[in-house]
């Protein structure tokens, strides 16, 4: 029997490409669309209907079945409660990463099972391959060969047992290649612009969309010195290292009058907002971090005291570094370089070359 396999289709060229690439390679495809969010499902940031559309329209010309699912219920006590409890304790929380390990590769693997799948494949910029070593065998998760568009960091928190189900048809493609092939089939998405948003807010103001769920408790903001120079909102509606949306204008009577702000701590004690001037002020560098939460995607922990390079966040290139400690629930890595706006709730991923082996969320 021909082997099927279920594609997540979000209706974006990723998604549908690895669909008809599938297809083209004979196996029995099937396009499965999540619906994920029910909140304001009518608003102008939510492209749901649009994206089911698209999802209908590729599915025709590849010529495969499409199901819809809706995992909304899942998804909000799965991801966002936890996202709302991590913004509450004055942390930032990277919703796509718990999204990927709960949704879109457990719920979503789980469902593809019962529709008799034994594997199941997405549009994400990664690769899985297989080692074999004394009679036993394991996989690795890997950058893409897109190297600009990798997403193995929302990916480390997945398990040897979810790897082991998954296909990445995109791991050898750069993106260029994906709309050519996308236009070369006629694909109706072919030159849909990429999603930015996370997975529920889309593209929407971020404060307006959090302050529906989460109340605003305004207090002091003031420097490292103990100067009061405004107010803020909330300590939830700030992350470290943010520069817009703080309200402080020049000041001519500090020391630098025309450097911009920066968001540099959070004082939860005493519901405190520390601000500090210039990109590069010292508060705002990292030599070291604490990560607890941990997932290793490699199947185990690396090895202490060996040297890796490690992402803070996504948009980062790779930072040299050495595991320092390491144990069952925490985690310390110390960087060569001291890092930039290192910041509570988002997770520091750890590489050994390409090779991704996990991480854990940064406390």
């Given at each position: 029997?021909?082997?099927?396999?279920?594609?997540?289709?979000?209706?974006?060229?990723?998604?549908?490409?690895?669909?008809?690439?599938?297809?083209?390679?004979?196996?029995?495809?099937?396009?499965?669309?999540?619906?994920?969010?029910?909140?304001d499902?009518?608003?102008?940031?939510?492209?749901?209907?649009?994206?089911?559309?698209?999802v209908?329209?590729?599915?025709?010309?590849?010529?495969?079945?499409?199901?819809?699912?809706?995992?909304?219920a899942?998804?909000?006590?799965r991801?966002?409660?936890?996202?709302?409890?991590?913004?509450?304790?004055?942390?930032?929380?990277?919703?796509?990463?718990?999204?990927?390990?709960?949704?879109?590769?457990?719920?979503?693997l789980?469902?593809?099972?019962?529709?008799?799948?034994?594997?199941?494949?997405?549009?994400?910029?990664?690769?899985?391959?297989?080692?074999?070593?004394?009679?036993?065998?394991?996989?690795?998760?890997v950058?893409?060969?897109?190297?600009?568009?990798?997403?193995?960091?929302?990916?480390?928190?997945?398990?040897?047992?979810?790897?082991?189900?998954?296909?990445f048809?995109?791991?050898?493609?750069?993106?260029?290649?994906?709309?050519?092939?996308?236009?070369?089939?006629?694909?109706?998405?072919a030159?849909?612009?990429?999603?930015?948003?996370?997975?529920?807010?889309?593209?929407?103001?971020?404060?307006e969309?959090?302050?529906?769920?989460?109340?605003?408790?305004?207090?002091?903001?003031?420097?490292?010195?103990?100067?009061?120079?405004?107010?803020?909102?909330?300590?939830?509606?700030?992350?470290?290292?943010?520069?817009?949306?703080?309200?402080?204008?020049?000041?001519?009577?500090?020391?630098?009058?025309?450097?911009?702000?920066?968001?540099?701590?959070?004082?939860?004690?005493?519901?405190?907002?520390?601000?500090?001037?210039?990109?590069?002020?010292?508060?705002?560098?990292?030599?070291?971090?604490?990560?607890?939460?941990?997932?290793?995607?490699?199947g185990?922990?690396?090895?202490?005291?060996?040297?890796?390079?490690?992402?803070?966040?996504?948009?980062?290139?790779?930072?040299?570094?050495?595991?320092a400690?390491?144990?069952?629930?925490?985690?310390?890595?110390?960087?060569?370089?001291?890092?930039?706006?290192?910041?509570?709730?988002?997770?520091?991923?750890?590489?050994?070359?390409?090779?991704?082996?996990?991480?854990?969320?940064?406390?």
């Open positions: 029997m021909t082997e099927r396999i279920v594609v997540g289709m979000s209706g974006g060229v990723d998604s549908s490409v690895a669909a008809l690439l599938l297809k083209r390679q004979g196996y029995d495809v099937v396009g499965l669309f999540m619906k994920n969010w029910e909140d499902d009518d608003d102008e940031y939510c492209s749901t209907r649009q994206d089911l559309v698209d209908a329209s590729v599915a025709d010309v590849i010529g495969i079945e499409l199901e819809v699912v809706n995992f909304s899942e998804y909000r006590e991801v966002f409660s936890e996202f709302l409890r991590e913004y509450s304790a004055g942390r930032t929380p990277n919703p796509d990463v718990l999204c990927n390990a709960e949704i879109k590769f457990r719920a979503f789980d469902h593809a099972v019962a529709m008799g799948a034994q594997r199941i494949a997405t549009g994400h910029y990664a690769g899985v391959r297989t080692v074999r070593e004394a009679g036993a065998s394991r996989h690795e998760l950058k893409a060969a897109d190297r600009a568009k990798d997403q193995s960091y929302f990916l480390h928190r997945l398990t040897q047992e979810q790897l082991a189900r998954v296909v048809p995109l791991a050898a493609l750069r993106k260029p290649e994906v709309r050519g092939i996308a236009r070369e089939a006629n694909l109706p998405v030159e849909k612009k990429d999603s930015t948003g996370i997975c529920f807010i889309g593209e929407r103001p971020f404060r969309f959090l302050n529906r769920y989460l109340p605003r408790k305004p207090g002091a903001m003031r420097t490292p010195e103990g100067r009061v120079i405004g107010e803020h909102i909330g300590l939830a509606f700030y992350t470290i290292g943010q520069r817009k949306g703080i309200g402080v204008g020049g000041m001519k009577e500090t020391d630098s009058p025309g450097a911009p702000w920066y968001v540099a701590a959070k004082d939860m004690a005493r519901n405190e907002l520390v601000v500090v001037q210039g990109h590069d002020h010292p508060l705002l560098q990292r030599s070291s971090l604490v990560a607890q939460d941990l997932a290793w995607v490699a185990s922990p690396p090895s202490a005291s060996r040297d890796y390079a490690a992402k803070t966040r996504y948009r980062q290139a790779d930072a040299p570094c050495r595991i400690e390491l144990d069952a629930e925490t985690l310390t890595v110390e960087f060569d370089s001291p890092q930039w706006a290192v910041t509570p709730g988002q997770s520091v991923v750890v590489y050994r070359d390409e090779v991704c082996l996990g991480g854990g969320v940064i406390q």
